[in-house]
């Protein structure tokens, strides 16, 4: 009865060992992904110098071949996008992008003019813990930005 109570214990031990490698497995493997796509986006973007149509079915097409579908909310100044498009209501999307202008002081108005329209773009996406057996448990944004597009197209 001793030996059976304590092999018991030691199993459960192991179970838990392995829960955790897995769940740990599973965040690298989702994390490296998502820098994966993150980067892809942003660098769709700076060929494209900005958010266009041919833009997003670059991305919607890279979307779709390496198999992303990790969804999170979107804040209120982002939008959302999802594989058909613009995001769903509710803000929930694949990826949210968010156009940052950048303005240059001037001190008179003929300087003004001088400087050229610039923005950078701001991409957050997500990855989730996704156990096998319990599914997914936390989601996690992962943020990067575009370098300054000078003249940017926008939609």
Same mark, same amino acid.
């Given at each position: 009865?001793?030996?059976?109570?304590?092999?018991?214990?030691?199993?459960?031990?192991?179970? *838990?060992?392995?829960?955790?490698?897995?769940?740990?497995?599973?965040?690298?493997?989702?994390?490296?992904?998502?820098? @994966? *796509?993150?980067?892809? +986006?942003?660098? +769709?973007?700076? @060929?494209?110098?900005?958010?266009? $149509?041919?833009?997003? $079915?670059?991305?919607? %097409?890279?979307?779709?071949?390496?198999?992303?579908?990790?969804?999170?909310?979107?804040?209120?100044?982002?939008?959302?996008?999802?594989?058909?498009?613009?995001? !769903?209501?509710?803000?929930?999307?694949?990826?949210? +992008? !968010?156009?940052?202008?950048?303005?240059?002081?001037? $001190?008179? %108005?003929? !300087?003004? $003019?001088?400087?050229?329209?610039?923005?950078?773009?701001?991409?957050?996406?997500?990855?989730? *813990?996704?156990?096998?057996?319990?599914?997914?448990?936390?989601?996690?944004?992962? @943020?990067?930005?575009?370098?300054?597009?000078?003249?940017?197209?926008?939609?």
């Amino acid at each position: 009865m001793k030996d059976a109570i304590g092999s018991y214990w030691l199993t459960m031990i192991v179970i *838990v060992f392995i829960v955790l490698f897995t769940g740990y497995m599973c965040l690298s493997i989702n994390m490296n992904k998502s820098y @994966k *796509v993150k980067n892809e +986006i942003i660098n +769709i973007i700076q @060929k494209n110098n900005g958010i266009n $149509e041919d833009a997003l $079915e670059q991305i919607q %097409e890279y979307m779709t071949r390496v198999g992303y579908r990790t969804t999170g909310n979107c804040a209120s100044s982002e939008t959302a996008y999802s594989i058909k498009g613009r995001g !769903t209501e509710g803000g929930r999307g694949l990826f949210c +992008i !968010t156009e940052m202008t950048t303005e240059y002081a001037a $001190e008179t %108005e003929y !300087t003004k $003019e001088q400087f050229p329209k610039a923005a950078y773009y701001q991409v957050r996406v997500f990855f989730s *813990v996704d156990l096998p057996v319990v599914r997914n448990l936390f989601t996690f944004g992962l @943020k990067g930005s575009t370098k300054k597009l000078f003249y940017p197209v926008s939609m």
